[in-house]
């Protein structure tokens, strides 16, 4: 079975035991290592049976995936940050140029309900930059703010920036649902029993890392990009929790709320009432 994820702490801590044939029953499984965006994009081209992407992108692949329940990142307090060289106000990005990490992602999705609410006149430039040289871009001046995600929000002060707002935060306040970020994702055409496996060999896979957190470190750090091991335990304190495990009634209103307000502002296509549900009802 192929998947692709990102090296993020938080995606091989929660698919350590699955990788490793740690989880009984599971199907092996081949896996590739992607940053969101390129795993995005998989799987607008339909490549891959299971794919870790944003949330954000659901409406365009719930054709062809289903959503699993488990395995993804949701979460509160958790959300991506906008960051600025100076202390400022919102309103201070009124025409500037923010650097963002995909333009499908859920990040940028929060970003632009936020910048709705809280930058009259919108900002001027939305320009898309790795994820590894937004924090760079915004110390250098090259751009006005950037949008960051993951382990930013404990290094930016690093950089000598400043946090201009919390998307997050934001959601939170104006929805009271947790903040949906990174989706699990398997292919429709594997079939109704085939989907279920999948969604309880991730879920056996979280409580495994749960069970035993050391027995995942050494994949953890061999793929955290020479993150410092305390961010990285910060990393998976924050973005592997109980929504992670099954994201139950809590986590899908979230999801749909997400993408029922993005629908209403005509950031991504309408999408079938029952396109979340799971096990699909049309697999």
Request: charged content about 20%; proline content about 8%.
């Given at each position: 079975m192929?998947?692709?994820?990102?090296?993020?702490?938080?995606?091989?801590?929660?698919?350590?035991?699955?990788?490793?044939?740690?989880?009984?029953?599971?199907?092996?499984?081949?896996?590739?290592?992607?940053d969101i965006d390129v795993t995005n994009g998989m799987a607008e081209r339909g490549e891959g049976d299971v794919l870790k992407v944003s949330y954000a992108v659901l409406p365009w692949i719930l054709g062809d995936y289903a959503?699993?329940?488990?395995?993804?990142?949701?979460?509160?307090?958790?959300?991506?940050?906008?960051?600025?060289?100076?202390?400022?106000?919102?309103?201070?990005?009124?025409?500037?140029?923010?650097?963002?990490?995909?333009?499908?992602?859920?990040?940028?999705?929060?970003?632009?309900?936020?910048?709705?609410?809280?930058?009259?006149?919108?900002?001027?430039?939305?320009?898309?930059?790795?994820?590894?040289?937004?924090?760079?871009?915004?110390?250098?001046?090259?751009?006005?703010?950037?949008?960051?995600?993951?382990?930013?929000?404990?290094?930016?002060?690093?950089?000598?920036?400043?946090?201009?707002?919390?998307?997050?935060?934001?959601?939170?306040?104006?929805?009271?649902?947790?903040?949906?970020?990174?989706?699990?994702?398997?292919?429709?055409?594997l079939g109704r029993e085939t989907l279920l496996r999948l969604a309880e060999s991730a879920r056996a896979s979280v409580r495994a890392a749960w069970d035993d957190p050391e027995a995942s470190r050494p994949y953890v750090l061999e793929h955290a990009q020479e993150m410092d091991p305390s961010v990285a335990d910060q990393h998976i304190g924050l973005y592997v929790n109980e929504f992670t495990a099954d994201l139950g009634d809590d986590g899908i209103a979230a999801v749909r709320g997400l993408l029922t307000r993005a629908a209403a502002e005509g950031l991504v296509p309408p999408f079938p009432d029952d396109a979340l549900a799971f096990p699909p009802r049309h697999p």
């Amino acid at each position: 079975m192929s998947i692709a994820f990102s090296p993020c702490p938080n995606d091989t801590f929660v698919f350590d035991a699955w990788v490793h044939g740690r989880v009984p029953d599971a199907p092996p499984l081949d896996v590739t290592f992607a940053d969101i965006d390129v795993t995005n994009g998989m799987a607008e081209r339909g490549e891959g049976d299971v794919l870790k992407v944003s949330y954000a992108v659901l409406p365009w692949i719930l054709g062809d995936y289903a959503l699993l329940p488990c395995g993804g990142a949701l979460g509160r307090g958790c959300g991506p940050l906008v960051l600025t060289r100076q202390e400022s106000l919102p309103g201070s990005l009124k025409g500037g140029t923010v650097a963002v990490p995909s333009e499908r992602s859920t990040a940028y999705l929060l970003f632009r309900l936020w910048a709705a609410d809280q930058v009259p006149g919108g900002v001027g430039e939305v320009v898309v930059l790795p994820f590894h040289e937004i924090m760079p871009a915004v110390r250098d001046g090259e751009v006005d703010a950037g949008l960051v995600i993951h382990e930013a929000r404990f290094t930016y002060q690093q950089y000598g920036l400043h946090k201009l707002a919390d998307m997050g935060e934001h959601w939170e306040h104006t929805t009271g649902l947790p903040i949906p970020l990174g989706a699990i994702v398997a292919r429709r055409s594997l079939g109704r029993e085939t989907l279920l496996r999948l969604a309880e060999s991730a879920r056996a896979s979280v409580r495994a890392a749960w069970d035993d957190p050391e027995a995942s470190r050494p994949y953890v750090l061999e793929h955290a990009q020479e993150m410092d091991p305390s961010v990285a335990d910060q990393h998976i304190g924050l973005y592997v929790n109980e929504f992670t495990a099954d994201l139950g009634d809590d986590g899908i209103a979230a999801v749909r709320g997400l993408l029922t307000r993005a629908a209403a502002e005509g950031l991504v296509p309408p999408f079938p009432d029952d396109a979340l549900a799971f096990p699909p009802r049309h697999p």
